[in-house]
C-alpha cells in the first residue's frame, strides 16, 4: 500500500496449479492462484493448514518437492520460477528472493560458525575472499540487531537463543538483498515477546531496505501487527484479498469472516467467555482439600556427569480445587510442561511436597500411585502422536476401562466409549477407525474423550489447542467448556496462549524460569496485571485488529 | 495413505508391491519370482527331484563319477557320483530349513531382547549392548563354526544339521534385531502415545508388547529377507569350510562346491557351477525384496507415478536436469 501501483511487482504469480502425487492419488494442493507483490510491500497469506498457503509461498523460490507438478507462472524478477532450470533457479534463490523459514535452530547448519553460513549465500553468487565475507557478514549481524557482532561472528548457533537465531536466519535472508523475502510462519516457533522483537525487525527490513515480504501466518495477530495486504486462502484458491485494515473491518467472504470469529481475543472489557465459573464460590465454601497441593515444589533434571542439575521447577506454591480450572501460562523453558508432568506422575519430584488426589508424589512410588490413575486424564499437545496408530479409536478410549475397569465396566465398555464419542461430538462409527483416519482437531477430541472415559477429578491438558488451526481450536475450547461444565472435573490447562488461557481458566498462574511471578481469578491477572513480567507478556501479545495494535505500536512499550 | 485398503494391502510385501512402480517395482517382482521359484522347488523337491539326494545307482547301475550332463543326468554328475540336479534340488530344502530356523530363532529372541532392553533401559540394556556390541565385533563366520562345532561336534544328520547351521546363524542375527528393535523402542519410548498409555496406569508389560512391540517392528520384513540371504551365505560357507552337513544327511550346496574344488582344474565345470549359481539365485532373489522393500518403505526414496495428465513438457525438462 505505501509502495506505488505503477512499478513492476516483483513477485506475479499467474494461475498457479500445484498437484502433488501421495499414495493416495493426485491431491491438488494449489487451483490456480493469482497473485500479485509490490516492491516493498507486506503482504500475508493467511489460511489453515492444507490450505495451500505454504505451497503458494514456496513456489516462488521453486521449493517444491519432486512430486509436484506445476502449471502457470511465476514471475519473479522478470523469471518464471516455474520453467527456470536449474542455474536460473539458483540465480534467482537469494539475490531476487530469500526465504526465512519457520524453526531457526534446524536451518542453521550447527557445525559451521554464523559469520560462514551467512558468507554462503554470498559465495554461492560470485568471488568473495574470505575478509570481505566476514565483514559482510558482521554488517548483517549489525543490521539485524545482534550485539557486539564482531566477536559474536564466529559463535556457533547453538550459542544463541532462539530469537537471536531467527535473527540471523533473517541476516542470512538479507544477505544478497533480495527483492522479496518469503517468511514462513517466522514467529510460530517462538515465545510472545521474542516473537514481538522479530516483528519489529521484519517491519524494519522492510522500512529501510524496501524489501517486499510475504508472510505466510495463521496467526491473525501477526497479520494485523505486520501486513499491508491480506490473501486468505482455502482449499488451495483465493477466496479474499484486500488490504488489512479492510479484511478485519469488513471481511466480505463467509470463511473470512468464520477465521475471524474464531480467533481468541483478549481485550480490554469484562470477559465474555466467562458463563461457566459459577462453580467457584460453592466450591470455596465447602472443600478444603484440593485435587491438586503443591508446597514448594522443586523439578531438577539431572544434567551430565559433573554438571549442576537443571532446575526446571522452584518453590513452586499452587492448589487445584475441586471442579476448579488453573491457567498455567508461561513462555518456553518456564517449566509449565514439567508441572504437568509430574502432576501425572511422569517427571519425578525433587523436592518440597506434591499431592495428587491424595497422593504425594514426592514420597509415594508408581505402584501407590497407580490406583489413583483412574481419577487422572490427560489430554496431549500433539494429536497426531498421542494415539498408538496401530489402534482403532474405540480400542485407545476404552484402554483406561480395560486397565482399571471392573468386569461390568470392561463388557460396557463399547457403550461407554460411544457415549464419550457422542459427547465430544464425533460420530460412532469413529470408533473403528484409525488415527491417520481422523483430522487433527477430530483427534483432540477423541483424545478428550479417552482423558474422561472414567469420569475422573483431575483432567490435565498440556497445551491441547497449540497444535490447531484457529477455526479448530475454537470448536474445541467450546468442547472443552461444555464438558467441564458436564462432568465437573479439575483442570490444570497448560498453555503459552494468554488469549486461550482467558477463555477457559478460573485462575491463572504466570510462571517464569520455573517461579510463580503471579497468580489469581483469571480476569484480574490478564486485565488488571500486577507484575511487570505478566504485563509485558500482554504488551507483547499482538491484537488481532490492525487499528488498535498500530495505535499500540504507536505508544510504544 | 488415506485411501482404505482392504486386509491384502496392510501384509507387508503385497501392500508395497501395489505401491511400487518403475525400476523398483521391477527389483521387486524378479525377486519375488525367484524366491517364489526356490520356495516351490524346496517344497516340491520329492516330486521334482529325479534321484534321491544321496542316492549313487538306479536300477542296481552306478550313476558313475563325474559324468557329463547327459539324458540321463541332466546336470553330470559328481566326484562322489551324486546326481548334481537332484542334489540342486534337494539343497533347496535344505536352504529353506536353515533359513526358517535360522531367521526364526533369531526374531524371537532379538526382539524380546531388544523390547525389554529398550524400554526398561538402565543396567540391563547397557549389558545387553555390550554383549550384542562384542558379538559384531567377532568375524561372524568364525562364531559360526564354533557354534556348530559346539553344538554337533562338527558332524550330523539333517536336523542336527540344520539346528547346527541355524543357530550358529541365529547367534550372529539376534544382535542386529536387538539393536534395530531397541533403537525403535527408545524412540517410541519418548512418544506422546506411550506416555499417554503410562498416564492411563498401563503397567509395563502392558506397554512393551500392546503398544511399542507392533509399533517397532515396520522394519523387520527388510531384515528379515536382508539376513535369510545371509544366512543361504553363512550355511554354504560353513558346508564349503567343512563343518556343514554329511552328503548322506542332506542336500548342501556348500559342501557339494567344497568337493567340487579338484574339478574345476580338470575341466568339469558342472559340478560347481550349478551350485554356485543356485546360491546366487537366492541371495540375489531375497536381496532384491530387501533392497526394494527398503526403498519403498522410505517415502523420500520411494518414486511414484507422475501426477495428473495435465503436467507441462517444461517442468519434467527441468527435472531431468536436476
Redesign the interface.
Known sequence: MSAGQATAPVVDIRDL?V????????VVAVDGVDLAVAPGEIVAIVGESGSGKTVTARSILGLLP??????GAVIVGGEDV?????RELREIRGRRAAMVFQEPSSVLNPVFRVGWQIAEGLRAHGRVSRAEGRARAIEMLRRVGIPEPETRVDYYPHQFSGGQKQRIVIAMALALNPAVIVADEPTTALDVTVQAEILELLRRCRDEYGTAIVLITHNMGVVADLADRVVVMHHGRVVEEAPVERLFAAPRDEYTRQLLAAVPRLEGGPSTAHEAPSSVPERAAGESKGVVEAAGLVIEYPARFGRKAFRAVDDVTFAIAPGEVLGLVGESGSGKTTIGRAI???TPVTGGRLDVLGVDLAAARERTF??Q??R?G?V???PG???????TIGTAIA??IH??GTASERTGARRRVEELLEAVRLPRAYADRFP??LSGGQRQRASLA?GLVLGPDLLIADEPTSALDVSVQAAVLELFAELHAEFGFACLFITHDLAVVDQVADRVAVLYRGRIVEEGPSGEVLRAPREPYTQRLLASLPIPDPVLQRARRVLGP | MAIRKGWLGRLPVIGQLRQSVGLQRGMLVTGLVLTGLVLLTAILAPVVAPYGYAQLAADGVNFGAQKPPSAAHWLGTTVGGYDVLSRLIWGAQTALLVIVVAVLMSIVAGVLLGLVSGYLGGWLDRVLVVIADAIYAFPSLLLAIVAAIMISGGQSGLWSGVFAAGIAITVIFIPQYFRVIRAEVVRLKGDAFIESAKVVGASSARIMFVHALRNSTRTLPLIFTLNAAEAVLTLAALGFLGFGIEPTAAAEWGYDLNRSRSDVTSGIWWTSVFPGVAIVLVVLGLTLIGESLNDLADPRLRTRRRPGPKQPAETSVTEVIQ
Not at chain 1, 385 to 391: A, E, N, R, V
Open positions: 496449479r498437484v502433488f502425487a501421495t499414495d493416495g492419488g493426485d519432486e512430486t509436484a507438478a506445476q502449471s516455474v520453467t527456470a532450470d536449474s501425572a506422575g511422569l497407580r490406583p490413575r483412574r487422572l490427560f496431549f499437545q500433539d502422536t498421542s494415539f498408538d496408530p496401530l489402534m484402554e483406561p486397565i482399571h491417520h483416519e479417552r
